[in-house]
């Protein structure tokens, strides 16, 4: 497990080379740094007076490479580094911290990029500066922030009562860090190890930028999910010196009730998916709604009701609203009722299997749309979920009649729009069915993606009539 000091990073400075022709993803402005990328027995501490010579060299293997981050879509799938050379046992080392920060170099030891390094990941260094004279500080953590929620300004006025993403991660250049608004509270997932030591500060300044753009919050909700602690290394002292930073009372109920798409809408903040809820589909929610009036609609995959509670008060017909999860289920009821939607069946099960047992009941639908998790965490789990979704997406053509809408999402970063959209011909193909696309959509603006990091680029939503 990694050490940590929530109130401050250390001043220590580290240099590290890339193997041989490994540097051109980050002269590209990429931000992921894997283990296997980096050169045995080139990582120096960079003295004061900037002499390289006078430190001897360490092996990369030194370091922990036990675990795997796991980024929202993130590449979370190299190979293990190959064993390096012993160091001789009477050799005094320094190994690196967990935020501390560090040069990237080619392997000619040209500069390349300053990031954060991790020890305990196999996302060794993340990214954060591209430019020499560019220092990662207190300063530049400010200016990005402001930046960010200056960014999601451009677009208008906000909705103090509404819900938007405030900091992407690497969209923004802060990588490991995500916040959603709801309403006046902030809910902060950290994904990246090397940003626990500067928490308390990036909350701070997060809070400060917020108010400052007309969405003054008062409660927060700091977030680190069971498998990112796992692979970033974080120890349980840790997480819970992290939590401490949550001002959110935790004696009270977690829900939080904020305004989406003009309805009223809770989401758990403290057990729910991410950080609650699902920002990213708000637009997608009210297109598709669009297309649901008169019509009998399968919401599957509705967790918190986002897709089905648009559609009802469009007004679709009948709602039927399908999720596995009890917990995601009863808030989806508390927000028809408090919306006083009762056109709304909830029923629990596996997606799966409840399209199946539909279709063999001879079960037909007007509209239906499925908005699954992520199928594809990783590169080598990409035709896996390439097959979950032409599975998912067959069964419920199977129950639209010709002229029937399919709304159909993948929030799978590694399954590209090409990839999707050829699943769908597949399908077709399969099914004997021609698929026309009304829209192809992604995520809310608020979710703004990075061309340096494609990965960001994660969200598809499909909205297509099967004739």
Known sequence: MVTFNLMQASSTRWQIRTRPNRHYPFLSRHPWVMANALAHNTLREVPSAGNFSEIAPLPVDSLSEESLPVEPDSVSDAPPEEVAESVPGDRQRRLPGCGDVIDLLDHDGNWVARGLINPGSRLRIRLYAFSSEEQIDDALWAERIEQAVARRRLAGSPNPQGGERLIFSESDRMSGLIVDRYADCLSVQITGGVLIPRAAMLIREVTAAAARHQTPCQRILVRMD??????????????????????????????????????????????????????????????????????????????????????????????????????????????????????????????????????????????????????????????????????????????????????????????????????????????????????????????????????????????????
């Open 226 to 467: 069971d498998t990112t602690v796992k692979h970033e290394g974080v120890s349980a002292e840790t997480l819970a010196e992290l939590q401490s930073l949550t001002t959110l009372d935790s004696q009270a109920d977690p829900t939080v009730w904020y305004q989406h798409n003009g309805l009223e809408m809770a989401i758990d903040l403290q057990d729910g998916q991410k950080t609650g809820g699902y920002l990213d589909q708000q637009l997608n929610h009210a297109a598709a709604a669009s297309y649901m009036a008169d019509r009998r609609v399968l919401d599957v995959c509705t967790y918190t009701g986002g897709f089905a509670l648009a559609a009802a008060r469009a007004g679709a017909q009948q709602v039927v609203a399908l999720d596995s999860s009890e917990r995601a289920l009863e808030i989806a009821k508390r927000n028809a009722e408090r919306n006083q939607l009762g056109n709304i069946q909830f029923d629990q099960g596996d997606c799966f299997d409840d399209l199946k047992e539909r279709r063999e009941r001879g079960e037909k639908f007007d509209a239906i749309i499925l908005d699954p998790p992520r199928f594809a965490g990783s590169r080598n789990q990409t035709n896996a979920a390439l097959r979950a979704y032409t599975r998912l997406n067959a069964s419920a053509v199977d129950l639209l009649p010709p002229g029937g809408i399919l709304v159909t999402c993948s929030c799978s970063g590694r399954v590209s729009r090409a990839d999707f959209l050829n699943m769908l011909v597949d399908v077709g193909r399969k099914r004997g069915r021609d698929l026309v696309v009304l829209e192809s959509r992604g995520p809310s603006p608020d979710h703004v993606f990075a061309v340096s990091c494609p990965e960001s680029d994660y969200l598809k939503c499909i909205i297509v009539q099967v004739m």
